[in-house]
T-cell receptor, first 117, second 110 residues
Framework: DAGVIQSPRHEVTEMGQEVTLRCKPI?????LFWYRQTMMRGLELLIY????????DSGMPEDRFSAKMPNASFSTLKIQPSEPRDSAVYFC???????????????FGPGTRLTVL | QQPVQSPQAVILREGEDAVINCSSS?????VHWYRQKHGEAPVFLMI???GGEQKGHDKISASFNEKKQQSSLYLTASQLSYSGTYFC???????????WGAGTKLIIKP
């Protein structure tokens, strides 16, 4: 079974341009998480969805960031306009909540390395 | 509140043991451990639920002290493949998001 798929793997853009990152979660998973990772700030949760519905977007840095999940197999994270400080690795992760067991494992995609010049 | 991991980094010789700690100022429901190798995504190691259980994964095990809100990851007879950054993620309640520690970088030398 394929894991979490992210595209593109690398993105280099100029300040002010729109950037769209894509994620395909593992089939059947009901949670999807978007993270940003930098050396300075570590791993930060941006937003997460449950059954395609955004649950918590308090980690989204500002209005320039938006995320959608139009169906169970696809999600996008958009930055418009992009700024150099947005340069980071963006990870998407998916999970199948196991309420009876009380725990769950997040499966991470390979990440998108974004560089904004 | 972000959990605090210690140490920030550790260098070992192959075959030596290591302990990585994760502590929180908040009551915890579960603690999750992940390992990330350079240039790769984090990979799940194990989950510990409140109740103080200890889990093992090959020569890597962990404990969770609910009262102290602490978890420790034990790496026994470390192998070169154990190198990477170890993150703990904590979950405090019914929501499913994890709060991540800053990570502990583990370097294993031959």
């Amino acid at each position: 079974d394929a894991g979490v798929i992210q595209s593109p793997r690398h993105e280099v853009t100029e300040m002010g341009q729109e950037v769209t990152l894509r994620c395909k979660p593992i089939s059947g998973h009901d949670y999807l998480f978007w993270y940003r990772q930098t050396m300075m700030r570590g791993l930060e949760l941006l937003i997460y969805f449950n059954n395609n519905v955004p649950i918590d977007d308090s980690g989204m840095p500002e209005d320039r960031f938006s995320a959608k999940m139009p169906n169970a197999s696809f999600s996008t994270l958009k930055i418009q306009p992009s700024e150099p400080r947005d340069s980071a690795v963006y990870f998407c992760a998916s999970s199948l909540a196991q309420r009876l067991a009380g725990g769950y494992e997040q499966f991470f995609g390979p990440g998108t390395r974004l560089t904004v010049l | 509140q972000q959990p605090v991991q210690s140490p920030q980094a550790v260098i070992l010789r192959e075959g030596e043991d290591a302990v990585i700690n994760c502590s929180s100022s908040k009551a915890l429901y579960s603690v999750h451990w992940y390992r990330q190798k350079h240039g790769e995504a984090p990979v799940f190691l194990m989950i510990l639920l409140k109740g103080g259980e200890q889990k093992g994964h090959d020569k890597i095990s962990a404990s969770f002290n609910e009262k102290k809100q602490q978890s420790s990851l034990y790496l026994t007879a470390s192998q070169l493949s154990y190198s990477g950054t170890y993150f703990c993620g904590t979950r405090g309640g019914s929501n499913y998001q994890l709060i991540w520690g800053a990570g502990t970088k583990l370097i294993i030398k031959p």
